[in-house]
């Protein structure tokens, strides 16, 4: 043995010291002298099983860390298969010269160490037998060269942060400067600094022992030589002796059929999202899940054991979350409606200008540029699966650049600026567009803050000099009038659009972020298609109808609809902008018969109204909050001839519920044991709603558990042909959302009443868990807001879980920060207890402003009250304000 290769001499938290284990291994490497044989340490969770407990083995999990990492890397996949997993075996490898295998003193490529990873599972005995490649960092592109090498016995390949580093793409900077000859020495042999600054990388900061560990088979400047020569060995250029083998398994893995599964940190600034989405590239059938706020050290950051060992638990048991069966009819697209209309010169969509005029768009005219831009686009380089990102207000170019890409197959990402500029770039750079279409602001915050995507202008760029500097400014490459002028070329010149598959994906729309970061709910074309039929066989919106769309996806749906659309004079991003006036001269603008906005909107449109009066309006729609029956009653005035009704839905499945005013006054006359939430009344066409009861096993969590019996309050769970594909890029989550085959998971919580009509009471996350069992938040809230001087209320949990105290926060004009009056808080106890079922006490009445997403201006942010409250109660000063900033603003 040589002398490098040894047990560990210091303590290594985490590692079961069984699993230790040394394979003396003949290498058949061309670097090494003839007859060489080696000494290989691993982890082994089999290390001292017995024979049968090794014939047991159903798949072993062969685990390759990079540079200057060891398997202590894999410390907790080895521990979670030995507790949960025993027909699994994890082996993770300590390549050769490093950890504590021992030092073979030459200079290895990436050929020798794929080569000597097979001499490994060779001496192994594990050769012929079913084998998932995990690998991270350097080791991820060896783990891959043995997978494709071993395809006989290979069943699937797990990535963390890593890279195949495709030809044109440059070298990640930190990486380029551990390769400069001024630092390369010194960082990686003379000191441990290339170490140290690998560890730094975890996010949280790894504990004092857990680095001494990483660090331990490195001490001396002779022990670190190995990790100056793996960096050396990255592939910069073609020249180097590592480049061919490395384009050889990049390229290889473009017919890799095996699953696969990357789970990612995006904080990482050596292996950033750009080296996520060419792996996506290679394996598109990947499933991904990437973990913010992770970075490099994925491993130490987050728990990816668990969902890595679940997933081959889930291969080996060919257990699916599938979602509904697909139809096999032929689909009518999203746009088919605009392409049957080619030649109609009828208004299709109008714009309110900025001076008032109307500015009117025929569907023909719609159609021609839907068709050019489409074809420029193509010119361009997009293509079926490319994913153009769309920071463009509602209104005609907007809905004509979503209708060109989807008439090529492009994925459109809607992240909006309700987001928040923080909000919007962690969308934006997770979902990594290839393209970029933004108004001037929007392109200078996509330069400044990095968004990806190669950008275009929607406003026309100037010619000459000061076209120039502006493009420069904007970092855009060209504009939708050019576009449209290269598209017209083209179809001159007989282009066609690409054929559309049905189930790929259409649209990443992200959710709103007021119940933590948003994710992107990823809808292929067919589901689109069935929530367009959706909203038009519920709320019968036929062609030629009027809808003013004060929220911008309505907007958008408008051409599929066959609804002649206008968004009104509004800031979108903020509902409490558009006034009785602005939705006055929104209706008269293309004689309105439809309208769609939100409770914010209203209450805004209400406070505005001064008599305004639109008779000629049958159907008005609000959704993304509960709304009072007293609110829909002033909406009546200004409306006297519509029909109003309150969708309930999310980004994830909208709508999936529907309740009209006359229906809502029913079900709010009933008695206080039926009335505990807010009535969304009953499904909307196609949609099947159930309920998952609190307090479900997790073994018992299927759809033999659900129920619609009244009075059993759990989580609202939804099928229909509309809800979301899956999310994207959060594997973990969508499995989770999807745990019961074909339903979606709301997160909502509520029950069904006598009448089969259903009542959302919150959210799961916000259910405030007491010591006499659960608590849900919105009929506290809705009783509180009864009270006059309320202009909004949470109510919410302060405690240890399971013991938490319910506390309502209470927000009213001129109140301080802080408890109560005694006055304000008799009042709301009050009524509590005339409008809530077997209320439970209130520990206390606080008032503070109360925190709501932007893009609703209406759904509170309970999570963030709940801090502040805890903060307040526990004596001393209470706490600043809570802040507007961010996905939240009041």
Known sequence: ????????????????????????????????????????????????????????????????????????LYRSVLAAANERFPSVRVIAVDQLDMGYSEDTHQDRTLPDRINDLGDLSR??????????????DWGGIISLGWALQHRENLQAVALFNTAVH???????????????????????????????????????????????????????????????????????????????????????????????????????????????????????????????????MLPEDRDVATPLLEWVEGLRTSRENSQSPVSQEPLRFLSAELENRSEDSSTACADILPDGNVQRVSWADLSTRVDRLAAGLYELGA?????????????????????????????????????????????????????LIGIDRALSGARVFGWPGRKIAAAMLPEGVKGTAKRR??????????????????????????QLDPDADAAVLFTSGSTGPAKGVVYTHRRLAGLRDTIQQTYGLRAGTGLVAGFAPFALLGPALGAVSVTPDMDVTAPRTL????????????????????????????????????????????????????????????????????????????????????????????????????????????????????????AEIAEAALTSEPGVSGEVVVQAPHIKERYDRLALTQAESARIPGWHRTGDVGHYDDAARLWIEGRLQHVVTSASGPITPVAYELAAESVPSVQRAAAVGVGPAGTQALVIAVEVDGAKDGLASAALAAEIRAAIAEHVADPAPVSAVVTTRIPTDIRHNSKVDRTAVAAWATEALSGG????????AGGIRS
């Open 166 to 296: 495709p030809a044109g793409f440059q070298l990640p900077p930190a990486l380029q400067l551990a390769l400069h000859p001024a630092v390369h020495r010194w960082g990686t042999q003379d000191t441990s600094a290339f170490i140290d600054v690998t560890l730094a990388l975890a996010q949280p900061t790894l504990s004092k022992d857990i680095r001494a560990a990483y660090k331990a088979p490195y001490r001396g400047r002779e022990r670190r030589r190995p990790v100056r020569q793996f960096v050396a060995d990255i592939p910069a250029t073609p020249a180097h002796p590592s480049h061919a083998k490395l384009i050889e398994v990049s390229e290889g893995l473009r017919d890799l059929t095996v699953p696969a599964f990357f789970q990612w940190g995006p904080k990482d600034p050596v292996f950033s999202d750009r080296y996520l989405n060419d792996l996506i590239d290679r394996i598109p059938h990947a499933q991904v899940h990437r973990y913010e706020g992770a970075s490099h």
């Open 383 to 435: 293509r079926p699966g490319s994913r153009v990102s769309l920071l463009v207000p509602p209104g005609t170019e907007l809905t004509s650049v979503v209708y060109a890409c989807l008439k090529i197959g492009a994925i459109i990402v809607v992240a909006d600026a309700g987001l928040g500029t923080k909000g919007m770039g962690r969308a934006i750079k997770g979902a990594q567009p290839d393209f």
């Open 579 to 698: 006034t009785a006036k602005a939705l006055a001269d929104a209706v008269a603008a293309i004689d309105a018969t439809a309208v769609f906005c939100s409770p914010a909107a209203l209450e805004n449109v209400v406070a505005t109204a001064q008599g305004a009066s639109l008779p000629g309006v049958e159907l008005v729609l609000s959704a993304g909050a509960p709304i009072p029956v007293t609110l829909l009653e002033k909406v009546q005035t200004i409306f006297p001839k519509a029909s109003l009704h309150t969708p309930y839905g999310m980004t994830e499945a909208l709508p999936i519920a529907d309740i009209d005013l006359q229906a809502l006054r029913a079900a709010s006359s009933s008695s206080k044991n039926q009335a505990n939430g807010v009535c969304v009344g009953t499904a909307v066409s196609g949609a099947t709603i159930a309920i998952l009861p609190f307090g479900t096993p997790d």
């Open 1 to 72: 043995m040589s002398p490098a290769a040894h047990l560990p001499s210091v303590k290594l938290p985490g590692v079961n010291p069984a699993w230790d284990r040394y394979v003396a291994v003949p290498s058949t490497s061309s670097v090494d002298p003839k007859n060489s044989t080696y000494l290989w340490h691993v982890l082994d969770t089999h290390a001292q099983a017995s024979a049968e407990a090794i014939e047991n083995v159903s798949v072993t999990l062969f685990c390759v860390h990079g540079n200057p990492t060891w398997s202590y």
């Open 877 to 884: 000063k209470v706490p600043r304000r809570l802040p507007r």
């Open 123 to 136: 001496a192994l005995g594990i050769d012929g037998s079913p084998v998932v490649t995990v690998g991270h």
């Open 473 to 498: 400014a904007l970092n855009a490459e060209t504009d939708l009038a050019d576009l449209e002028r290269r598209g017209q070329d083209a179809i001159a010149n007989g282009w066609t659009p690409p």
